[in-house]
């Protein structure tokens, strides 16, 4: 994932120096969402003055895309992955931030554009033309993007810092939001399947910026977005096996055709979604980034409990990647007064040996990764606090801190090659890690 943010400010005294000066209490946390580079671009319109800043991490096209894009007519930043709506043969060439740009600056629309791509996304542009603001996430939610303030001075970004002097909150994802600024007037153009909750997130967002939020028009789904019919038969089927033990539970269900047919379909688009996202990522691993070369070192990695999730996650992406490349399961443990057998390491190493049965060719690399309370503390409060939101409650912090662990990806005496680690989305909601 990159990072990105912009700041901005309707000051009339407002510099860059200023800017800059703020954009430093940000910048670390910024720049480790992204190691393969970092730019930071100014714009100034009327009276708003403008920074813009980005760390990339590169995970699609031949070569890395540096952020922010500017040109006469735009700024653009960027954190997401496209699975569909831009032909594969150019995002594997070009990756998917130079063709998305492309996308929205050939549409009179930019919302019709990014309507028009499936996949996660959070976004910032500006289009200097019209002197118009852009920002949002997609219809789930699932890139981090958070709006501060300080008295005139804004922040849109991907993770921010606590207790310095910007208060925060989540940009609810209910739609594409456009800052005019000549008129300093604020609308969302909200998504055609409205949130539940559309009208409270709205009404928290105006309390929140202290000013009014218009609604125009009405974005059309993504394809992501389309409905699955639920199938009124499967409580029915249920009822069939209420009360069975596990086995024979199973051995009725995979014997009613209509059920076994919904299993296989499942199975399908688990498998298309999966291959979606692992299909563009370039061949070396962190380690042989910059020798361009096709290695054999692990380039994704499974937070792996050995739970059922992780595990068939796992068995699936078996089937999406070259046989020759590893894959390593990320087990965190927390108990050190247990000698960390925690009930996550038991079960982890059980799905362990269940896939290198199943999977007998793949090479499978499980990593223990314990954390001393005191690293735990330290890092709690050093990062990851900064990198969860909504942080309010413990299951919160839990997951947030085992995320952070297993993307770090280090055990005593080895560290993950992953240019990702490709973190089970069942689990992790709006919590996003560095």
Known sequence: MCGIICLFSNSESETEQHLSEILQIFENTIKRRGPNSYNVKYAATNKYCMLFAAS???????????????????????????????????????????????????SENVCFALSRVAGPYAFIYLDKSRKKLYFGRDLYGRRSLLIGKNGNRFVICSAAKRRKGFEFMEVPSIGTFCWNLITGDL????????????ETKLEDLKGFLKQDLSVEGVLPPEESAIQTEIDSNNTTV???VEGLDTDLAFHKLLNIDKWLNNINKLEILLQKSIKA???GIPNSCSNCLNKNVHCKHAKIGILYSGGVDCSV?????????DSESPIDLMNVAFDESNQYNAPDRLTGLQGLNELRQICPER??????????QEELNLMRKECIADLIYPLTSILDDSLG?????????KQDDFTSTCRVNKINSLLTKNIEVV
């Open 56 to 106: 990339v991490l590169w995970l699609q096209g031949k070569t890395p895309t540096e952020q922010p894009l500017e040109d006469k007519e735009s700024v653009f930043i960027y954190n997401g992955d496209i699975f569909s709506g831009i032909p594969e043969q150019v995002r594997d060439k070009l990756g998917d931030t130079i063709p998305l740009l492309g996308l929205i600056k050939a």
């Open 187 to 198: 609308m969302v153009i909200p998504w055609q399947y409205r949130n539940k909750n559309f």
């Open 238 to 240: 249920l009822h069939i």
């Open 277 to 279: 996202r692992v299909s």
């Open 313 to 321: 996650l796992a068995i699936l992406l078996d089937k999406c990647i």
């Open 363 to 372: 090479k499978w690399n499980f990593l223990t990764i314990n954390v001393p």
């Open 401 to 409: 801190c085992a995320l952070w662990f297993a993307a770090r990806g």
